[in-house]
Structure formats: structure tokens, C-alpha cells
């Protein structure tokens, strides 16, 4: 009798092992595991903070369970190519501008900025309360992915110049790098426009590749050097507010749990509206300490006359490609709608 009660615990104690280890089986292969590309290398914070935030608040909120390993860009080597990437399943994610697709689509640089356009807080409003992310997603299904904002830096400064701005004449035969409708309009006043990766501003400023470039504010611009061979800073206008954006292949979202939907939606709001304030506080921390540090950098304003061209130039882009352009024109009308009220609470 004892012998075949311990038979039979023996035999209960080994289907208990077999089941716990069919669990363990069944909960590794809900793990869900995936891979994010930023256009950023991942040193280059704020703009390479909120991936990483985001992987581990993801990771946090599901026990361990959804793991994102953030790729900058120097694993990847394609800063300019996180759409692509994302759409075609090479990642599952990305992190970057809208404004980087303007070849491919017009639309998508109004996700981001465009010059005299909309402030951090506007762009924001009328992206989650005033149709803007639904305009958005539009534009993105034509490639498979879903955006979502991803950060914002506010308003970017105009820019380091090797010479002094005070005619248009000046900006005639400049080489900019200069991204998005910001360097069409530089284009339509005599600029030779370049778009160029993080990781190359300096040195082809350095070596005379351009003779002027815009990055973002304080804080990044002067940890990348640009002071150094270029020192005359100017204001902004080009950018009141630069959205980042989050990818997602739309595929591999739809598979995921609901909860796992849920918790990814969560993380990428909360740490979009934390880079946000990441960048002002290390501006104005940066802001701070220009003069005394830096006295060589030469904040200017362009003068009025050339803010005036800029202005007529951006119209007349804006306009051209709403004439020609049903998508851009809903968009764009959609913005500007949207600021005639708000902007009116902004000043």
C-alpha cells in the first residue's frame, strides 16, 4: 500500500513539474520582444531620451514582459531611413521628425513644424483635441505604420552663421543645412539647402561643406561646437515647435494584447510631454551661461526686412503646395484654423 501511494505521489509530483513547465513554455511565448531605430545617435539627449524612457516605462508596466531594445543611430547607420525601416518590418518601431519624409510626402513636414506656424502648446492641442492626430494617421497609413507625438522641443533657434544676416543679399549663395519647408523658403531666397545627419553637422561646417546651419537650441547646439566656426547664432522663426514622432508598424501593433497597446499608448504620451520639459530646462540652463562662457557667440535677430521675405517666401510655399496638394491643403487648413483661435489665447 505505502508503495503505491508513493507511486502515485511520484506520478502527481511529475505532472505538476511537466505542467509549471509547460506554464513557464506558454508565458516565455507571450513575451513580446521588440526593436526601435532612432534617427538619433544615442548619446544626443534630449532627442534620444524619450526612446529609452519609453522602453523601460514599457518594460516596468508589464512586469518584464514587453522588452524594446532602443537602437541609435550609430547601430543602425540610417538616421534618414526610420520610416522605411519601420514600414518594411525591420523594426518594429521608430523614433524620429516627420519632417526627414518631405520627399516622400509634403504632408508629413506639417506633423512636425513649418515655419510661422504653430507653438509647442498649440501644435500639441490641436494634435490630441482638435482632429490633428487623426489627419496624421491618415497621411501614415499610406505606409503601414501608426505616429504618434513623440516629444517636442518648442521653439529652435535660426541658426549659426559663419557672416552676419543683415540683407537678403546675404543669404544669396549661402550653403544651410537646413531641413523640411524651412529650406524651401531659404531655397526661394538664394540659399543652397542641404539636409545632413547629426553625426556630420560639425565637421562639414567645420570644413566649409556649409556655410551656415540650424539645429535645435543652447543646450544641443553648443555641446555639438557649431560656436566654434560659426558665431553668429540667430533667433528662430522656422520652427515655433518641432514634434518628434513615435512609428509603429501597424501589423506588429495590432497583434499585440490590448493591454499591451494600452500600456505602450501611455508610455509614449508620458514621455513625449517629458521631453518637452527635459529641453527647456537644459536651454534656459544653457541660455544662462552663453554670455559668460561663450563670449565669442553673437545672438542676433533677423532684421526686419529679411523676417519680412521669410515670411512672403513661407506663404507663397505653403500656398503653392495647398493648390496642388488636396492632402497638404486639408492639413494645413486644419492648422491654421486651429490657430486663429488659439493663437489669440497664446498671446
Known sequence: MKKLLFGMAAVVASAAITLTGAAQVEAAEKKVRWKLAMTWPSTLTPLASPAPKLAKMVSD?????????????????????????????QYEMGHSASYYWKGKNITTTLFTTAPFMM????????????????????????????????????VQMGGWFRKEIKTVDDLKGLKMRIPGIAGEVFAKLGVTVTNIPAGELYTS?????IDALEWVGPAMDIKMGFHKVAPYYYTGWHEPASDMQFLINKKKFDRLPPKFQAVLKTAMQAVSADMYFENFGMSAEAWSKMKTEFPNIKVKTFPPEV????????????????????????VYNSQKAFMEKGREWSK
Open 119 to 154: 507653438t509647442a502648446a498649440e501644435l500639441g492641442s490641436w494634435l490630441y483635441y482638435a482632429g490633428g492626430m487623426e489627419l496624421m494617421q491618415k497621411t501614415y497609413d499610406q505606409y503601414g505604420v501608426y505616429a504618434f507625438p513623440g516629444g517636442n522641443t518648442g
Open 61 to 89: 508596466m508589464t512586469d518584464g514582459n514587453f522588452v524594446i531594445k532602443v537602437d541609435g543611430k550609430e547601430k543602425h547607420k540610417a538616421a534618414l531611413g526610420i520610416l522605411d525601416m519601420v514600414k518594411g518590418g
Open 205 to 209: 561646417l567645420d570644413r566649409g561643406t
Open 307 to 330: 523676417l519680412k521675405a521669410m515670411k512672403k517666401a513661407t506663404d507663397d510655399v505653403m500656398e503653392s503646395y495647398a493648390a496642388e496638394n488636396a492632402e497638404f491643403k486639408a
